[in-house]
DNA sequence: GTCTATAATTCGATAGAC
DNA sequence: GTCTATCGAATTATAGAC
């Protein structure tokens, strides 16, 4: 029944994905400002009109293509040591196969809602694993979860934006040996180090 | 003799460093893009074109407002537990009193400049403070140095930037308990926090 | 559903008067 | 040494044809 007739019906779902995907890419290179519509468009090999007219403004653009799940594996049985080298390992695979964690942590200077969609991870997926992992729960757990967080996204500032030397030469299983350690001390709680 | 007739003669040292005072508290809140040379004049309460008359153009005007010295104390004689909490306060009280690191962190993200200055202090000021007082030349010094790094950015990024709310609550001397036995591990060297 | 054309801002930078 | 006026470029966003 519904088949008028429509002239150029391309997939418009498919299209919205593709512009999505340029976006992200885009995001992440270049920061929110120096990422426009225009070059996005251009990646997506669409025109920038259709951009607005799909998402509405640039800023509604970026709050659709920096929404991030983390996907944390299930750590609960684990004990410490173990479960801190998998998280370790699992946000430097995750953060090199997805290019939203880049886009939100570049964008996350500049503008608020990166900052909203950083927070709302650390709550919502970070701070409950925590809480699980550290069978702690209220401000322990959330100062324990912040510390973890604090590592975490430093690591990623430091081998991934600054591309700090010595950070972005060292390989995965040399930084998880490092790292791992830190994360299982925060995740103790306590000032000592055992 | 050097009077001839100079009309509107106000001391123009003190009018660069009303600017450079200006630039860097709007480079720190809003970034490079957002933080225009026309906020930045209004705010030292000067004429748009008298900024780039000094400075020759933003980014120039940028580089010469993001200098930084981290002014690090000399902790050479210290056990490396005292050392690494010094540290630690030392860089909150720094990045407290001071504008510099923030605007440098926030525009790094999209400014090739701040990542130069940000590196080159690592490399003229933690590095070398960081072979000191482990001891350590070379790769295994700059790796070290590389996760100190990565930990103090990090509290900053999590602290002042995205202010996590369990990080950005904590006071000094918690997070001088929490995160300098953390700086005391990487300074050690090693997989395993003894 | 897609594209052309353009409106409406905003900003960096310049020229020149005072 | 400082300010007025403005240029030229780039951008987001809209209106409307096809």
Do not use: C
């Given at each position: 029944?519904?088949?008028?007739?429509?002239?150029?019906?391309?997939?418009?779902?498919?299209?919205?994905?593709?512009?999505?995907?340029?976006?992200?890419?885009?995001?992440?290179?270049?920061?929110?400002?120096?990422?426009?519509?225009?070059?996005?468009?251009?990646?997506?090999?669409?025109?920038?009109?259709?951009?607005?007219?799909?998402?509405?403004?640039?800023?509604?653009?970026?709050?659709?293509?920096?929404?991030?799940?983390l996907?944390l594996?299930?750590?609960?049985?684990?004990?410490?040591?173990?479960?801190?080298?998998a998280l370790v390992r699992h946000f430097l695979v995750r953060w090199e196969?997805?290019?939203?964690l880049?886009?939100?942590?570049?964008?996350?200077?500049?503008?608020?809602?990166?900052?909203?969609?950083?927070?709302?991870?650390?709550?919502?997926?970070v701070?409950?694993?925590?809480?699980?992992?550290?069978?702690?729960?209220?401000?322990?757990?959330?100062?324990?979860?912040?510390?973890v967080a604090?590592q975490m996204l430093?690591l990623a500032?430091?081998?991934?934006?600054?591309?700090?030397?010595?950070?972005?030469?060292?390989?995965h299983?040399?930084l998880v040996?490092?790292v791992s350690?830190?994360i299982?001390?925060?995740?103790?709680?306590?000032?000592?180090?055992?």
């Amino acid at each position: 029944m519904t088949r008028k007739t429509e002239p150029p019906r391309r997939d418009a779902d498919a299209t919205r994905h593709t512009i999505l995907r340029a976006a992200r890419q885009r995001f992440a290179a270049d920061g929110y400002a120096r990422a426009t519509i225009r070059a996005i468009a251009g990646d997506a090999g669409v025109d920038p009109a259709l951009v607005i007219r799909y998402f509405g403004s640039k800023e509604l653009l970026f709050a659709a293509a920096a929404r991030f799940d983390l996907r944390l594996p299930d750590l609960a049985g684990l004990p410490l040591r173990e479960a801190s080298r998998a998280l370790v390992r699992h946000f430097l695979v995750r953060w090199e196969e997805d290019d939203t964690l880049m886009a939100l942590l570049r964008v996350a200077s500049t503008n608020d809602s990166a900052v909203a969609e950083l927070l709302a991870v650390f709550s919502g997926q970070v701070k409950p694993l925590v809480q699980a992992l550290s069978g702690q729960e209220g401000r322990e757990a959330a100062e324990r979860a912040g510390l973890v967080a604090s590592q975490m996204l430093g690591l990623a500032l430091t081998r991934y934006i600054l591309r700090l030397p010595p950070l972005a030469a060292m390989d995965h299983e040399t930084l998880v040996a490092r790292v791992s350690p830190v994360i299982e001390h925060y995740l103790r709680g306590g000032d000592r180090i055992a």
